[in-house]
């Protein structure tokens, strides 16, 4: 598919000083409404569980028969390729190169369905934080939602200009080892500064690996879909290599069954 999207010179630079940026038109609201239908499809069917592509990011994650609290599915384009085959991809591959540069290339798409009137938050984090201490990262996350994002069923937030900390420290949420999600120490220290980004379908925001961001939980009636595509120029091996040591905390059931899926392989 053809792209119709280019940033402009202020939102390239607004990203750059901010570490975020929303934007209303990443593709048509008809387009939102047709991939939610194929997002919905996937999460029914719990695509990818055997594969470790399944997961719950704050529960143990342990009863394949359980309903997720807050279930997230890795690739979600290898199990709906119309997700790959749209105008939401297009741009957001122009998107990724106009900030990130040539060097850019799709790295991997997830899915975060939050159902309605019970999903937990995603509390406050840095994505980098979940990667290697020992390399610095050039990434972009673009979170799309598939319905309207509002402060009501969990929009996302950033804390300005958060992109140029470093990693602060992380622990897995509630201090359990057995969760997989993280969440910084000291959230509350985040609130007072948050800017929340609330869109309409189609819109999309952009957010770098050392941003820190929060999405609420979902008050509404109706599930919160949101499908991220990240982005990556190759990363670069630093000087001298992080203690990211919530990850050598964390002993998963979704661990294990990645590592039995890949042994399979
Ligand atoms: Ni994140």
């Not at 993280?182 to 690996?209: F, I, K, R, S």
């Not at 905390?249 to 294990?256: E, G, L």
Request: hydrophobic share 35%; with cysteine.
């Amino acid at each position: 598919m053809k792209a119709t999207l280019a940033l402009t010179q202020e939102q390239i630079a607004f990203f750059h000083r901010e570490g975020y940026l929303s934007i209303p038109n990443l593709t048509t609201s008809d387009e939102a409404a047709r991939l939610r239908d194929v997002y919905d499809r996937i999460f029914s069917e719990r695509a990818g569980r055997e594969h470790g592509d399944h997961l719950d990011l704050v529960t143990h994650d342990d009863d394949d028969q359980a309903e997720p609290a807050l279930p997230q599915i890795l690739k979600p384009s290898k199990y709906a390729p119309e997700l790959a085959q749209s105008l939401l991809r297009a741009n957001a591959d122009v998107v990724a190169r106009q900030l990130l540069g040539p060097e850019v290339s799709f790295l991997d798409d997830h899915a975060i369905r939050k159902p309605a009137r019970n999903g937990a938050a995603t509390p406050w984090h840095q994505d980098e934080a979940y990667n290697s201490p020992n390399l610095d990262y050039h990434q972009i996350s673009i979170w799309v939602p598939l319905q309207p994002a509002t402060m009501l069923n969990g929009c996302m937030q950033f804390v300005p200009r958060s992109h140029r900390w470093d990693i602060a420290p992380h622990h897995p949420i509630g201090h359990d080892p057995k969760v997989i999600g993280l969440e910084v120490d000291d959230p509350d220290l985040y609130l007072a500064d948050a800017v929340a980004c609330e869109l309409q379908p189609g819109g999309a925001t952009v957010h770098l690996g050392k941003t820190m961001h929060y999405t609420g939980p979902n008050l509404s009636d109706d599930a919160r879909r949101a499908y991220i595509l990240m982005y990556a120029a190759p990363p670069t091996k630093r000087d001298s290599p992080r203690d990211f040591y919530w990850l050598r905390q964390q002993q998963t059931a979704w661990q294990a069954r990645a590592a039995n899926a890949a042994e399979k392989r």
